[in-house]
């Protein structure tokens, strides 16, 4: 039996996949190193700048011009490498030769049989371990801007080419052929972005290009162990756009199959607005690529010393703070996996450390502080958690104190006695709301004897009185309680 | 009857116009004068750049006159390779593809030497893309031998070795890539060097094959390659390749003699088919190699025949790992960024057409024979199996400068031959390189050294072998052999 169906994950089949097959999806990610400087010569790395300004003589593939290794490049690559549990190997760069306008040299510098990385894995949310074939570095190429026409390059009456892209570096992760599903695929992009964003070597955005996702998808009879003839997709944009283009792909296979054809091995690309797949390049007239270890570069020697230092430098995992966080703060998945991809998980532990109350560190950090905390501390953090959850501040107050400490610091009572958030004793509650009752006695009436349905709509119209009253002082909970206890005598 | 010239030796210039007792500035005149005085007949150049030449002796003369110190070619006139880029000067590996191309930016061997204070006069012919052993794949039309117009001068640096070999300018600069600097030295009657693979830099030198290709000096005397080649020589760290260690000093060698030296002659480059020759080294040239090998023992060396089978295994190697680099290295033409663009419906058809119109019949040949080597499925066979030979060159070479300091062997298989004598059958043109070959799929140095004439009355060069950083020890034996050619 092979390692392939070895990982098979029961019930992972795609729910409109027709019965008895099954997905299998490798994934091919590439993930812009977030260095200073580009692969091979000096020019800025930066993203949205004026064409072709970041250049240079190495960048534009000039006649003579010469690489030299960013080592700040393989730096990052390599703690990846390790990050992802692959072997770090002394390693050789390949020349990967083809014509396309937007490849200076037409050709590549890339990695080809000694990569950098290779033979690492992955664990999802769920525990299920995707295997890594390779994680090597490569230049990537320009970009082509194609005027007239659609847009492609098929039709358009010109392109331009703007090199400013040329020669960032890039990481390539393949994964083994060990996804099931469009969810799987789905899970392992969003870990995969989790540890290239906790090492800090990208950005990691698929929106912006500086993660780009390819499948290569073929379905199988569930049971069997054969890989059959495969399609790479491309041109998706997000993980929506993957499950989508995953599914959609495996239906199209499936259909072809049941209708006596077979897939023919091809690129194809993703139109996420017509939800569907087009044919790209035939493999069969694919070119070959013609590799053959770049002269203009030495081989790049690691060492067990190399290897230390890298173990060393790397912060603990998403999936071992991932257990951590759910253990202290008993919060959903959903809402760990959100503070992890913000990298806000270590701020949680350290504020529930602090004494607060990890409900409300979850809420706040999720609803209030998506931007980020700013000049907040942990122990600032939890102190006005502390005057929450202890009556001195209601929720609206809560916020307002927050985004001050945010802004510019400071303590959280000192903000609240200089903004008049004074605590509200029961008595001055009461007062106000007998003054409201005074008012409206139907509406009172029609609180404490209606239905269920009538009740909840007058405590809703209660309550608006008070924080009206109140001027949005008064604690929801302390509200609610009074009023309940009001009914009820 | 065509005018000839002498020109001074570039240690003689230097010290002349750094003591005052001579200006850049006549230098410059003189060196302009004998060049342009030749161009008609022999071709040397792409382009002389007379104007540009004359300001930069100007401003040198008038360092001098305001004190400041000058470089150790001050005032030196150089001619330098048209595959060498140049800032502001186009620069077009005698290819029209690269029509109309000026670079931003100079190698690093053109600035080390304008920061010596030499003096650029022009960018000199060679066949396109350095392809060729006699100059004749050019572009812009062959170069002439100095010595007999109606003889090629050897290639790929064809005009560098030309220009020197008229007597027009002292130095100029070439590229060997398996031998196109030496082969043409020798045809010229020139000293020519082809340094450790990684003592010059590369930056800035249009590539032909990376892994084989090496700038160095033409120049009239000994003294003046090793002058030129510690100023060009050295790490230069935007070349990955360049090696990271002090450039030996090289003058400093010169008068040391090879008393006690152990030096090894080919016997398959011997031209004496009784020790397992290959076939093709005339007669007269294995008569001045043998003469070369005696003057040097006659100066004290121990001197042995040596059997390195891989050395004649060199040929087949190199027409695979030569054109394999050069088919990734000139992909780069394709008529987007620069030079010829050629109409074409898309981007790929024109990249076609461009290429089709730009370059010529010897660059496709090896184009397409690159190509073929590196396709998969025949890579084990072409490619990956030239490179074992070539481990098996390096391993047997080393293994033999065990016992060894240096080794010794004929430049060229003959003398200059006539002009398209050879251009018909492009496989006699390439076993001209079979003696220099050996040292570019090594990385070893060697240079020819002029060795008196042919039974034609042409030069003959023989070639100083020497392990890896080892030119100081080539250079002591090319200075005895250079003063045994004298008498
Ligand atoms: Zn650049």
């Known amino acids: 039996m092979s390692e392939q169906t070895a990982n098979t994950t029961p019930g992972a089949v795609a729910a409109d996949l027709p019965e008895g097959w099954e997905i299998v999806i490798g994934l091919e990610v590439h993930v812009e190193l977030n260095t200073a400087t580009k692969l091979f010569c000096g020019c800025p790395n930066s993203f949205g700048d004026e064409p072709n300004t970041n250049v240079c003589p190495t960048c534009l593939g000039l006649p003579g011009s010469l690489p030299v290794l960013n080592d700040r490049a393989v730096e990052s690559a ?20 083809y014509f396309y306008p937007d490849q200076p040299k037409d050709y590549q510098v890339s990695q080809y049989d000694l990569p950098t990385n290779t033979e690492g894995h992955i664990t999802l949310a769920d525990g299920t371990r995707i295997g ?14 194609h005027g007239g026409g659609d847009g492609r390059i098929h039709g358009a009456d010109y392109s331009m080419a703007d090199y400013n892209r040329a020669g960032v570096p890039l990481v390539e992760i393949v994964s083994h052929p060990e996804l099931r599903s469009a969810a799987d695929a789905r899970a392992y992009v969003s870990e995969l972005r989790s540890i290239v964003t906790a090492v800090d070597v990208s950005d990691a955005k698929m929106e912006e290009g500086s993660m780009r996702v390819d499948a290569n998808v073929s379905v199988r009879p569930i049971g069997s162990d054969e890989l059959r003839t495969r399609c790479e997709v491309k041109n998706i944009n997000s993980l929506r756009s993957l499950e989508r283009a995953i599914n959609f792909e495996a239906r199209r296979h499936v259909d072809l199959y049941d209708n006596g054809e077979r897939p023919k091995q091809e690129t194809r690309h993703w139109d996420e607005e017509a939800g569907r797949s087009r044919s ?43 257990a951590q966080l759910g253990e202290k703060s008993g919060a959903s998945n959903d809402d760990i996996n959100l503070l992890i991809e913000r990298g806000q998980d270590g701020f949680a532990l350290e504020t529930i450390d602090a004494g607060a109350d990890a409900k409300r560190v979850v809420v706040h950090l999720i609803n209030n502080l998506s931007e980020g905390h700013g000049q907040l501390t942990a122990a600032s953090f939890a102190a006005m958690i502390r005057m929450e959850t202890g009556g001195d501040l209601s929720s609206t107050q809560a916020k307002e ?3 001050e400490m945010v802004a510019s610091g400071g303590d959280p009572a000192a903000i609240a006695s200089a903004k008049g958030f004074e605590a509200m004793d029961g008595g001055e509650l009461e007062s106000i709301l007998d003054g409201i009752i005074a008012e409206n006695p139907d509406e009172w009436q029609r609180f404490c004897d209606g239905d269920d349905k009538e009740k909840k709509k007058m405590q809703g119209m209660f309550t608006g009185q008070i924080m009206k009253a109140t001027k949005g002082q008064a604690d929801g909970a302390a509200v609610a309680k009074l009023l309940a206890q009001k009914s009820a005598s | 009857m065509t005018e000839s010239f002498q020109t001074p030796s570039a240690t003689s210039i230097a010290a002349g116009v750094r003591d005052g007792s001579q200006s850049a500035a006549d230098v410059i005149d003189a060196a302009i004068g004998a060049v342009e005085a030749r161009e008609g007949e022999l071709n040397a150049y792409n382009l002389v ?10 401003a040198i003369d008038q360092k001098i006159a305001a004190g400041e110190t000058v470089g150790p070619l001050a005032g030196v006139p150089v001619a330098i390779k048209d595959n060498m880029c140049t800032t502001g000067v186009a620069t077009t590996c005698s290819s029209k593809i690269l029509e109309g191309w000026v670079p931003p930016y100079s190698a690093t061997v053109v600035e080390r030497l304008a920061a010596a204070g030499a003096v650029m006069v022009g960018k000199t012919n060679l066949d396109e893309f350095a392809m060729g052993s006699s100059t004749e794949n050019s572009a812009f039309g062959p170069s002439k031998n100095p010595h007999d117009i109606t003889k090629v001068p050897g290639g790929s640096s064809g005009g560098s070795a030309a220009t020197v070999g008229a007597g027009a300018v002292p130095v100029s600069l070439g590229s060997d890539t398996g031998g196109s600097i030496r082969q043409p030295a020798s045809l010229c009657g020139v000293v020519g060097v082809k340094p450790t693979y990684g003592m010059v830099s590369r930056y800035g030198l249009i590539a032909f094959a990376s892994s084989l290709d090496q700038i160095g000096p033409f120049t009239t005397t000994v003294a003046d390659a090793a002058l030129v080649l510690e100023v060009i020589g050295g790490h230069d760290p935007r070349d990955s390749t360049s090696i990271p260690e002090p450039m030996p000093n090289l003058t400093e060698a010169l008068g040391k003699g090879v008393d006690g030296l152990r030096i090894g002659i080919i016997s398959e480059l011997s031209g004496d088919p009784s020790l397992g020759s290959v076939e093709g080294i005339a007669p007269d040239v294995a008569a001045r190699a043998a003469a070369a090998a005696a003057a040097l023992e006659a100066a004290g060396a121990s001197i042995e025949h040596v059997s390195i089978p891989s050395s004649v295994h060199g040929l087949p190697a190199y027409y695979l790992i030569a054109p394999a680099e050069a088919s990734s290295n000139l992909a780069r033409y394709d008529g987007v960024r620069y030079g010829l663009r050629s109409d074409g419906p898309n981007a790929l058809a024109m990249n076609a057409a461009s290429r089709t119109e730009g370059f010529g019949e010897e660059v496709k040949r090896r184009i397409m024979l690159g190509t073929y080597a590196l396709t998969s499925g025949y890579y084990d066979a072409y490619y990956g199996q030239a490179q074992k030979v070539r481990t098996l060159m390096i391993d047997e070479f080393n293994a033999h400068y065990q016992n060894f300091d240096l080794l010794l062997s004929p430049t060229s298989p003959t003398t200059a031959f006539e002009l398209d004598a ?54 002591r034996a090319a200075a005895v052999l250079e003063e045994a050619a004298r008498v």
């Open chain 1, 280 to 322: 790209g390049r035939s493999k069969e007239d694919a070119e070959d690529y013609r590799y053959f270890p770049e002269p203009d570069l030495v081989p790049l020697v690691v060492t067990d010393d190399d290897i230390t230092r890298l173990d060393a430098s790397l912060p603990t995992m998403p999936s071992a703070r991932r």
């Open chain 2, 49 to 58: 750049l007379a104007d540009d030449a004359r300001t930069a002796a100007a």
């Open chain 1, 132 to 145: 890594i074939e390779r994680a090597h570095i490569e230049e990537d190429a320009g970009k082509l801007n």
């Open chain 1, 401 to 403: 104190v927050l985004a």
């Open chain 1, 78 to 97: 390599m703690r990846l490498g390790r990050a992802l549990n692959c072997d770090v190997n002394s390693s050789v760069f390949s020349r990967k030769n």
């Open chain 2, 422 to 475: 050879k251009t018909a059958d492009p496989m006699t043109m390439y076993v001209n390189d079979v003696c220099t070959i050996p040292s570019n799929l090594t990385g070893q140095p060697a240079m020819s050294v002029p060795f008196g004439v042919g039974d034609d009355g042409m030069p003959v060069g023989v070639q100083v072998l020497a392990p890896m950083m080892g030119e100081a020890t080539m250079f």
